[in-house]
Every structure is written in C-alpha cells, then in structure tokens.
C-alpha cells in the first residue's frame, strides 16, 4: 500500500498570502496525485486530478505540481472560502489511498 | 445537474449488517466507475471500494475485503454497499462518490455522506 504523508499538519495563514501544501509517496507514482478540499460537515471536492489538472469550476489560484514522490499544492492568494483541509490522493496502485491532511487555519 | 444521494446509514451492533445505497441522477450512470469513500469521526479520507461500469470488476481495501461487497443497478441508477460482519473501527461517514470520466480512481463528485455507527 503506498503511503501519503502530507505536510505540514496545520497551516496558519491570513487572507491574501501565498499556500503551499506537501505530499509525498511512499513510492514512485508517477503523476497520478489528486488533491481535494473539505471544509466541516460537507463531502470533499476534487480541486486537482494528475498532479497539476484543475477540475472543472475551480479557480485559477490552486495549482498543482510534481512527480514521482514529492508534490505540492499551491493556493496563490488565499480567500476567505479556501480555509478548509485539504487532502491529496493517489490512484497510482490499488487501494487508493490519500493523506492525513493539511488543514489551512486563519492566522 | 449531477446528484449522488446517499441512505441507509444507522446505529448496528458489533457483528451486524447493514445495506447502504447511493441514488444516482444527472449523469448517464452505467458510463462511470463508481466508489465508497469512508471518513471515521475527526479523521482523514480512506477509500473503500470501486466498481467498474457493468460491475466486471470491482476493488476493496484491504480491511474490508470478506466483508464488503460494492455493486451497482444501472437500471435503476443506483450503488450499493453491503456490509457485514461489521466492526467499531467501521463506524465512519460512507459517501458514494463517481469517478472522473477516463480518470479512474479519482471522484469528481459525491454524495453527502451517511453516518454508521458501529457499537454496542
């Protein structure tokens, strides 16, 4: 089973400033790492599917990067909507499995 | 408008059944791969199970397998999640969710989740 460990756990940081998320594999995944948003009492969204594609709808300020075993989410400039946590997923090999997730805090 | 809907969650006892069901809409169903997601209280993300789009093939996570069965009715737009032998490391929120269109494995949409409780 590939393992994903994100990092770091929290992230405090005000409205306006620059995010960046890490995730990296146990083993080589090529570029097959999806990230998802999941904000309390609702179920995730797709943000990003193969390391850098943005799913439909979202905003230009997520992007994504990476390959093999290292990968990062930036959020550009956050807004108000975007703390939330955020979990990345790789569906290199069965199971799929994701991280524990980064939660993006109001500092 | 794509919908997923999911049902059947509840409170059972150690050893237990219970059936879960997702009511699909908006979407042509029998086109997509589909999957049960699981998230226990103040955790993260586990995936549970997948299904091809007639239900050839299918996939469980390692926990589950012997105890799980994923399947699906495209006539009636609807996945289902039977689960047996039931356990308190399964008490969680189980949501439906469908599969990028030629991405598999990766769910671009999801239902709003149905809470079992696993517990004497």
């Known amino acids: 089973e590939i393992v994903l460990t994100q990092s770091p756990a929290t992230l405090s940081l005000s409205p306006g400033e620059r995010a960046t998320l890490s995730c990296r594999a146990s083993?080589?995944?090529?570029?097959?790492l999806a990230w998802y948003q999941q904000k309390p009492g609702q179920a995730p969204r797709l943000l990003i599917y193969?390391?850098?594609n943005r799913a439909t709808g979202i905003p230009a300020r997520f992007s994504g990067s990476g390959s093999g075993t290292d990968f990062t989410l930036t959020i550009s400039s956050l807004e108000p909507e975007d703390f939330a946590v955020y979990s990345c997923?790789?569906?290199?090999?069965?199971?799929?499995?994701f991280g524990q997730g980064t939660k993006v805090e109001i500092k | 408008e794509v919908q997923l809907v999911d049902s059947g969650g509840g409170l059972v006892q150690p050893g237990g059944s219970l059936r879960l069901s997702c009511a699909a809409s908006?979407?042509?169903?029998?086109?997509?791969?589909m999957s049960w997601v699981r998230q226990a209280p103040g955790k993260g993300l586990e995936w549970v199970a997948n299904?091809?789009?007639?239900?050839?093939?299918?996939y469980y996570v390692d926990s589950v397998k012997g105890r799980f069965i994923i399947s699906r009715d495209n006539a009636k737009n609807s996945l289902f999640l039977q689960m047996n032998s039931l356990r308190v490391d399964d008490t969680a929120v189980y949501y439906c969710?469908?599969?990028?269109?030629?991405?598999?494995?990766?769910?671009?949409?999801w239902g709003q989740g149905t809470l079992v409780t696993v517990s004497s």
């Open positions: 969710a469908r599969d990028l269109d030629k991405v598999r494995g990766v769910s671009d949409y």
């Open positions: 908006g979407f042509t169903f029998s086109s997509y791969w």
């Open positions: 299904i091809k789009q007639d239900g050839s093939d299918k």
């Open positions: 083993q080589n995944i090529s570029i097959y």
């Open positions: 193969d390391t850098s």
């Open positions: 997923q790789q569906r290199r090999n069965w199971p799929r499995t």
